[in-house]
């Protein structure tokens, strides 16, 4: 596979052209990967000050006491989404339910490994550590394992 840069005199002319004789999974990975790193989100950080920042710098959503909260390596955000939005939302770019609380994103999972009673720790690459539920292992492993996702 080819891979070429062009740079361009205009940024609202910057885009990405996938030449393909068939779109694979691996092509639509691709795809997904490259748009959700300029989608932007806004939330509110400590004090009630509006925030913006990407939804690639996100490790996971979390609901807490009816309000869900973007993780990002830099901060917390209090966004305006239920978990349930969210995890519909964004599962295109990558972001799948944990557990009952949270989404997490797969981009920044750097392994998963087992703890008791069928569930699993997913260890993310700023070094956290969230619990996945028995109900989400199984899809997450087929995800992360490159399985059929379509098994559930």
Do not use: W
Request: with cysteine.
């Amino acid at each position: 596979m080819k891979v070429r840069i062009r740079k361009i005199l205009k940024k609202e002319e910057e885009q990405v052209l996938i030449e393909c004789v068939e779109v694979t999974p691996e092509i639509e990975d691709i795809q997904a990967y490259i748009s959700h790193k300029g989608i932007e989100l806004s939330g509110y950080a400590q004090e009630r000050h509006m925030i913006r920042f990407k939804l690639a710098e996100v490790y996971y959503f979390e609901a807490l006491d009816e309000k869900v909260f973007a993780y990002t390596g830099e901060q917390v955000c209090e966004i305006k989404m239920r978990l349930y939005e969210v995890e519909k939302l964004y599962e295109k770019y990558h972001f799948v339910r944990c557990s009952k609380s949270v989404v997490l994103n797969l981009m920044l999972l750097e392994s998963i490994s087992p703890a008791l009673n069928g569930r699993f720790f997913a260890h993310m690459k700023n070094g956290e550590r969230l619990m996945i539920s028995r109900q989400y292992a199984p899809r997450i492993k087929r995800i992360v394992m490159g399985g059929n996702e379509d098994e559930d």
